[in-house]
């Protein structure tokens, strides 16, 4: 629960919709099997300018910045400790020839150096896109495959 940045109203985060919807995809995929789910630590960093409103400062557009309200900023979540979780679990399981394919569902450059290891030790990469989110260009470069999927097909796989 944080303060607002205009109001200064409360908002508890743990009751949003979104934080809903994501916690109930993490626990279905986390029941699937074949599925590990390794998770960070989740850290509120405070509040930003969402980027149109940006925009309309810098070109001068909005001059009055008294004028903003709590409509004009998003929160600034970090997740901290995750990569190095997956990383490791790449590693060990290229390294062990546990697996044959490996499905990564990110657009984070930092497994590049993970998913080379696996790749010389056999291991095929699916890269999961999901939704119209960037990814990285050569984390493309180092995955054999790329799943598109848009964000009504991971809802409706994971609703049946």
């Given at each position: 629960t944080v303060d607002k940045p205009i109001s200064k109203e409360k908002i508890n985060f743990s009751e949003s919709q979104i934080n809903k919807y994501s916690s109930n995809l993490i626990t279905e995929l986390s029941n699937k099997d074949f599925v590990a789910m390794r998770l960070g630590d989740t850290f509120f960093r405070g509040w930003k300018?969402?980027?149109?409103?940006?925009e309309k400062i810098r070109k001068g557009i909005i001059k009055d910045t008294s004028k903003l309200t709590d409509d004009d900023f998003t929160p600034d979540f970090q997740q901290k400790g995750v990569d190095i979780k997956i990383g490791l679990d790449v590693a060990w399981l290229s390294n062990n020839?546990?697996?044959?394919r490996i499905y990564m569902v990110t657009g984070d450059a930092d497994f590049i150096p993970a998913l080379k290891q696996a790749?010389?030790?056999?291991?095929?990469?699916?890269?999961?896109?999901?939704?119209t989110k960037k990814i990285n260009n050569d984390l493309l470069k180092h995955s054999d495959f790329i799943l598109d999927l848009s964000n009504n097909d991971v809802i409706d796989k994971i609703s049946k």
């Amino acid at each position: 629960t944080v303060d607002k940045p205009i109001s200064k109203e409360k908002i508890n985060f743990s009751e949003s919709q979104i934080n809903k919807y994501s916690s109930n995809l993490i626990t279905e995929l986390s029941n699937k099997d074949f599925v590990a789910m390794r998770l960070g630590d989740t850290f509120f960093r405070g509040w930003k300018l969402k980027n149109p409103v940006l925009e309309k400062i810098r070109k001068g557009i909005i001059k009055d910045t008294s004028k903003l309200t709590d409509d004009d900023f998003t929160p600034d979540f970090q997740q901290k400790g995750v990569d190095i979780k997956i990383g490791l679990d790449v590693a060990w399981l290229s390294n062990n020839n546990i697996v044959d394919r490996i499905y990564m569902v990110t657009g984070d450059a930092d497994f590049i150096p993970a998913l080379k290891q696996a790749r010389r030790d056999g291991i095929q990469i699916k890269l999961v896109k999901i939704g119209t989110k960037k990814i990285n260009n050569d984390l493309l470069k180092h995955s054999d495959f790329i799943l598109d999927l848009s964000n009504n097909d991971v809802i409706d796989k994971i609703s049946k």
